[in-house]
């Protein structure tokens, strides 16, 4: 059975960093494009980064120079290292096994609440 | 970058009523189109892919049309279940954007 699971998110302060992991099961993650998308609380959902099976990455431009995914092959996770993090990036964060023909979110995890607060 | 309006925002309807969804693109985009729906508390699922073609196991109630810069959501016949919130999803270039979203309510 596919599943995603998040963790990693919290109450920070503005400046700070988190790093949130997605732990998958069922399928490998380095095979696979892999998304993080966010939504902030009651609004709609946004597209943050995606690593592609080959190793490349592509960033938003509200986040590019201060996110970064990446994944770790052995323990099939995917990883988004956030830096000097702001109220705005305030959002749920979900990972989300990506089609690699038309660019689909196939398959989400349940997200992890990430909270940017002085 | 691709601009994704959905109208209306927000619906009201009844049970059994065919509701009808739209999307509309700043630019062309092919058929780069995806339909997803998210109830409160959730994450959103995968419905629609490619404008038109249904996911595994999506009830066939649900349906996708369009191509270049107009799309349609068609729910044929409305279940209690479907009251949920509906995105469109653009992913002919990066960065890929959502529509604002549209909220079906119960009437």
């Known amino acids: 059975e596919v599943q995603l699971v998040e963790s990693g998110g919290g109450l920070i302060q503005p400046g700070g960093s988190l790093r949130l992991s997605c732990a998958a099961s069922?399928?490998?993650?380095?095979?696979?494009?892999m998304s993080w998308v966010r939504q902030a609380p009651g609004k709609g959902l946004e597209w943050v980064s995606i690593i592609y099976s080959g190793g490349s990455t592509y960033y938003a431009d509200s986040v590019k120079g201060r996110f970064t995914i990446s994944r770790d092959n052995s323990k099939n996770t995917l990883y988004l290292q956030m830096n000097s993090l702001r109220a705005e990036d305030t959002a749920v964060y979900y990972c989300?096994?990506?089609?690699?023909?038309?660019?689909?979110?196939?398959?989400w995890g349940r997200g992890t609440l990430v909270t940017v607060s002085s | 970058d691709i601009q994704m309006t959905q109208s209306p925002s927000s619906l009201s309807a009844s049970v059994g009523d065919r509701v009808t969804i739209t999307c509309r693109a700043s630019r062309t985009i092919s058929n780069y189109l995806t339909w997803y729906q998210q109830k409160p508390g959730q994450a959103p699922k995968l419905l629609i892919y490619a404008a038109s073609s249904l996911q595994s196991g999506v009830p066939s109630r649900f349906s996708g049309s369009g191509s270049g810069t107009d799309f349609t959501l068609t729910i044929s016949s409305l279940l209690p279940e479907d009251f949920a919130t509906y995105y469109c999803?653009?992913?002919?270039?990066?960065?890929?954007?959502f529509g604002q979203g549209t909220k079906v309510e119960i009437k």
């Open positions: 069922g399928f490998t993650v380095s095979s696979n494009y």
């Open positions: 999803q653009q992913s002919y270039s990066i960065p890929w954007t």
């Open positions: 989300a096994r990506t089609s690699n023909v038309y660019w689909y979110f196939a398959f």
